[in-house]
């Protein structure tokens, strides 16, 4: 069973960065789509990008276009979100998710088999 893990949320002031990461343990993701969701309080739960098996097909938000990169590292298998020029808006649970193997992840959450607890990013105005 593939267990995942986020880290690098926190407190930052608009215009800043982050870094997400998110840990796959139990089992290789090298095979699967991956993904990142964000939740704000009172809100649905809304895709933000997606990586295909080879890290060279990717997909957006159009909120985030252009300031958020999503990438991975299947040796280590790893997950990434960089986050730059973050506004207030971006604040949110960020949660990570895995399809299952050789399948179609993109933006329907229901494609994905396998979520993170998710990492809280608060950005300041």
């Known amino acids: 069973q593939v267990q995942l893990v986020e880290s690098g949320g926190g407190l930052v002031q608009a215009g800043g960065s982050l870094r997400l990461t998110c840990t796959a343990s139990g089992g290789t993701v090298s095979t699967n789509a991956l993904g990142w969701f964000r939740q704000a309080p009172g809100k649905d739960r809304e895709f933000v990008a997606a990586?295909?098996?080879?890290?060279?097909?990717?997909n957006y938000a159009d909120s985030v276009k252009g300031r958020f990169t999503i990438s991975r590292d299947n040796r280590k298998n790893t997950l990434y979100l960089q986050m730059n020029s973050l506004k207030p808006e971006d604040t949110a649970v960020y949660y990570c998710a895995a399809s299952r193997p050789f399948s179609i992840g993109n933006s329907n959450a229901g494609n994905y088999a396998y979520w993170g607890q998710g990492t809280q990013v608060t950005v300041s105005s």
């Open positions: 990586i295909g098996w080879s890290g060279g097909s990717t």
